[in-house]
């Protein structure tokens, strides 16, 4: 089994920040990518940031030069820091993985955490 658990969502003024943490989990071969999504009522999940072992963070368009998403493997973790925080940025976030885990070599499955929620209100 393998576990994603966010923390760090809340309220927050329009242009404050916000820090999201994501922490892996569990029987945990390796881990590909990390990353964040989140969906906001009525509207699709869409992609916040992902960041590929190996390779360089992309971004959503709407949150690029605001968000920045880091990484650290030795904790099975990940980070999204979210600066100028707009009302539009209010939604819940969902932490994503690719992880393998023991079932068979070179097999890897979505993992998603619970979402956390972010509002950006005056």
């Known amino acids: 089994q393998v576990q994603l658990v966010e923390s760090g969502g809340g309220l927050v003024q329009p242009g404050g920040s916000l820090r999201l943490s994501c922490a892996a989990s569990?029987?945990?071969?390796?881990?590909?990518?990390m990353g964040w999504y989140r969906q906001s009522p009525g509207k699709e999940r869409e992609l916040v940031a992902r960041?590929?072992?190996?390779?360089?963070?992309n971004y959503g368009d709407s949150v690029k030069g605001r968000f920045s998403i880091s990484r650290d493997n030795a904790k099975n973790t990940v980070y999204l820091q979210m600066n100028s925080l707009k009302p539009e940025d209010t939604a819940v976030y969902y932490c994503?993985?690719?992880?393998?885990?023991?079932?068979?070599?070179?097999?890897?499955?979505?993992?998603w955490g619970q979402g956390t929620q972010v509002t950006v209100s005056s």
């Open positions: 994503y993985a690719f992880i393998s885990d023991y079932s068979g070599p070179g097999l890897y499955y979505d993992y």
């Open positions: 569990g029987s945990i071969a390796s881990i590909n990518a």
């Open positions: 960041i590929i072992s190996g390779g360089s963070p």
